[in-house]
């Protein structure tokens, strides 16, 4: 069974500064891309950033420049460090790990959310 636990949201105020965190625990053999995604209500779900297993990353054209992913591939965990935030940033943001093979099974799986609010 594998899972993936994000961390790290919270209330900040705008100008400031957030790390989350997104670690894959089970049997994993492999993970390709990693990333993170968000969505307010009433919207859908959109890409923020995502890498590769190999490090390439890719970025949503709004936090350019701002956020920065990373990965841990020993410790299966994706980080998004997340600066110079502003209120349009406010969102439930997801991890999420693609084609993750476990030996048996090889297919995505998703966080379960972790609130970011910017606001002063």
């Known amino acids: 069974q594998v899972q993936l636990m994000d961390s790290g949201g919270g209330l900040v105020q705008p100008g400031g500064s957030l790390r989350l965190s997104c670690a894959a625990s089970?049997?994993?053999?492999?993970?390709?891309?990693m990333g993170w995604y968000r969505q307010v209500p009433g919207k859908q779900r959109e890409l923020v950033a995502t890498?590769?297993?190999?490090?390439?990353?890719n970025y949503a054209d709004s936090v350019k420049g701002r956020f920065t992913i990373s990965r841990d591939n020993l410790k299966n965990t994706v980080y998004l460090q997340m600066n110079v935030l502003k209120p349009e940033d406010t969102a439930v943001y997801f991890c999420?790990?693609?084609?993750?093979?476990?030996?048996?099974?090889?297919?995505?799986?998703w966080g379960q959310g972790t609130q970011v609010t910017v606001s002063s």
């Open positions: 999420k790990a693609n084609q993750v093979w476990t030996g048996t099974t090889r297919r995505d799986y």
């Open positions: 089970g049997r994993i053999l492999r993970i390709n891309d």
């Open positions: 890498i590769t297993s190999g490090g390439s990353t």
